[in-house]
């Protein structure tokens, strides 16, 4: 019998900025084709004795080669919340896409939690297709494989509980290995959905987002977010700005980028 679910506290912790129009964010584009950024995050689930982080983000030599705006250092924003990145046992990669996996020495004692059709995926003949490899960075493979010969890689199969009260789910559709994080909390079970949607309209209207591995498996993906979580108000997509004026920020300091996704919405 599992031991009872621990009430966590989720920080999302904006890192970088993107101008971009909404006609770039769904498949077949959008008839207003209005302003509608990207913002990335990184994602800190805290508990009594134990802290996970989601992913990973990216640094400055990243965000000057594919155009990005980093407005904090994603060390910077756990900082702010208390975290130092050096002591972090446990990080969990949604997927490889280099916004969410690269920093690669941040975190130098992390056991990283990746689901197997994910590392199958970045390295196998997918990657020999342009369409499919562009948000990758080898480096950030090569990283990743280099953890692995290190000890430092938890695969999952699907549905996995790493700790009481927080679990991954295979969802794929965006990338193939593509997993969303449930965490209980005070508010009830709230899911992470990083890229499985990115913005809220996306998997409230059913519009996938352009970059994709498998259409369906997106589609489907939202609907078991919606079934993982208390309910749709608790899913967090993983990049839209509506996220910090839905959720209180951390602090004074923290208005703006750092917000708690465990407390109820503004």
């Known amino acids: 019998m599992s031991s009872p679910a621990e009430n966590y506290r989720i920080y999302a912790v904006k890192y970088a900025h993107f101008e971009r129009r909404s006609g770039d964010n769904f498949i077949g584009g959008d008839a207003h084709d209005v302003p509608m950024p990207l913002d990335y995050f990184v994602w800190a689930v805290v508990g009594q004795s134990r802290t996970f982080i989601v ?69 196998g003949r997918c990657m020999c297709h342009h369409a499919l490899s562009h948000p990758f960075e080898p480096e950030d493979v090569k990283s990743m494989v280099g953890r692995l010969f290190e000890g430092r890689v938890q695969f999952h199969d699907g549905a996995s509980e790493i700790a009481p009260g927080l679990s991954v789910h295979w969802v794929g ?69 509506a996220v910090l004026t839905r959720y209180p920020a951390h602090d004074r300091e923290t208005e703006g980028w750092i917000v708690r996704l465990d407390a109820e919405t503004r």
């Open 173 to 241: 559709g965006h990338t193939n290995g593509l997993q969303i994080v449930r965490v209980h909390t005070q508010r009830g079970w709230v899911v992470l959905a990083s890229d499985a949607s990115h913005f809220y309209a996306n998997m409230q209207e059913h519009r996938p987002f352009p970059v994709v591995y498998n259409v369906g498996d997106m589609i489907e993906g939202y609907e078991a977010a919606h079934r993982l979580a208390s309910s749709p108000n608790h899913v967090i997509p993983g990049h839209d700005p």
């Open 55 to 123: 992913d990973t983000g990216f640094d400055q030599a990243m965000a000057s080669k594919r155009g990005r705006t980093i407005t904090n250092t994603v060390e910077r924003g756990l900082e702010q919340i208390g975290i130092r990145a050096g002591e972090v046992e446990d990080v969990i990669v949604t997927h490889m896409h280099y916004d969410h996996a690269g920093n690669h020495s941040l975190f130098p004692r992390a056991r990283y939690h990746l689901q197997d059709r994910e590392m199958a995926y970045c390295t």
